[in-house]
């Protein structure tokens, strides 16, 4: 079906109601409704001796100067003085606005409402015109409020949007260092078999091929079941001790059942990661690091120690790649805002981290 006119043709089938509805929010035609019903509630107060349907028309016909004030102050005044603070400007252009609009009031009171030939002595009485300036007040005041709280609202949901945007768009980040960071330290590991000319290193490639096809495919898609983690911890692990030999010893306890709970991907190896850096790597031997896993009911217990020398290695410290640590923290923060407990205890020998979990 379609509307001729003389230079267009306009068709139903293009009809938007998404563009409807923001014409209608545009002229603020939604704002109808309630000023039909607040000329309504006028018009059950004030109707002695009338009928309702006069009443209703005269509220109708008094409230078109309240609705001039009331949005005069909603988009203009209150934007002008009062949300700058300015409120002693505020309050005087108030006042005068609502003094502006009873001349006009109590005119269309005399010609128009009321027949009673005492009319002209009623609309310049002191009574009418505290009845009027009152009823123009509280529609300001009525309005004004619904106006604040629907900016508050407003304002609180573009907070929460601006936080969650935010939020996500670092966890993106964060989520893409991940991938670099692994494949750093793997083949920072590789290559020091590579050098040694091990009969390890072709094991090893299968174990890190193994390794990269869980960080690029199965936690590509968000949380990981907790069962997967952990294998990858002890996969991780297996390629360490290959590389270590007797050099030092990763001890790896696990109590609970995995599988029915989930865990965001890659947050437990840093830690092992930060060990294997700060502690193996620094000791020309006995070096041990022993991981605790537990999991009782909701709750995730994750604990990493090891020994390390009583003198930092400047050298380990400065070296490239170790965004693990301060990474997971900024996960931590941002997917388990109130539901994690992370705890560090350094020692002259000793380095103690541990990570609690509601799952």
């Known amino acids: ?48 001796g009338i009928s309702f349907l006069q009443a209703f028309l005269n509220s109708l016909i008094i409230l078109l100067f309240h609705v001039l004030v009331s949005y005069l ?21 108030l006042m005068l606005s609502i003094s502006a609009v009873y001349f006009p009031i109590a005119l ?40 604040l709280l629907k900016d508050y609202y407003q304002n609180e949901r573009r907070n929460r949007e601006l936080v969650q945007i935010n939020s996500n768009t670092e966890l993106k980040f964060l989520k893409g260092q991940i991938n670099p960071h692994f494949l750093f330290n793997s083949l920072n590991n590789l290559y020091g078999l590579t050098l040694k000319k091990s009969d390890l290193a072709p094991d090893f490639v299968l174990k890190l091929s193994g390794l990269l096809r869980y960080v690029l495919y199965d936690t590509a898609e968000g949380k990981v079941s907790l069962d997967k983690e952990v294998e990858y911890l002890q996969n991780y692990i297996d390629l360490e001790r290959i590389r270590l030999g007797d050099r030092g010893t990763i001890t790896l306890t696990t109590k609970g059942d995995f599988s029915q709970k989930q865990i965001e991907p890659m947050m437990l190896i840093p830690f092992l990661e930060n060990s294997i850096k700060h502690g193996v790597n620094s000791l020309a031997k006995d070096a041990w690091i022993k991981i605790n896993v537990q999991l009782n009911e909701n709750d995730f217990d994750f604990q990493v120690e090891n020994n390390k020398p009583a003198v930092k290695n400047l050298s380990l410290t400065n070296q490239p790649g170790g965004i693990g640590i301060e990474n997971t923290k900024k996960r931590l923060s941002i997917l388990y805002p109130n539901s994690h407990e992370l705890s560090v205890v350094e020692k002259e020998t000793t380095y103690f981290v541990q990570l609690k979990l509601v799952l």
């Open 73 to 93: 102050n909603n988009y203009y005044l209150m934007n002008w003085f009062l949300l700058k603070r300015q409120y002693i400007s505020y309050l005087l252009s």
């Open 1 to 48: 079906m379609s509307i001729q006119t003389s230079d267009r043709k306009i068709s139903m089938k293009n009809y938007n109601p998404d563009a409807a509805l923001q014409n209608l929010a545009k002229f603020r035609i939604y704002h109808i409704p309630f000023w039909v019903l607040y000329a309504l509630f006028w018009s059950f107060t004030f109707s002695p």
């Open 108 to 147: 269309v009171y005399y010609l128009i409402i009321s027949g009673d030939s005492t009319a002209s002595q009623q609309v310049w009485s002191v009574r009418f015109f505290m009845i009027n300036s009152f009823s123009v007040i509280l529609t300001i005041a009525i309005t004004a409020s619904l106006k």
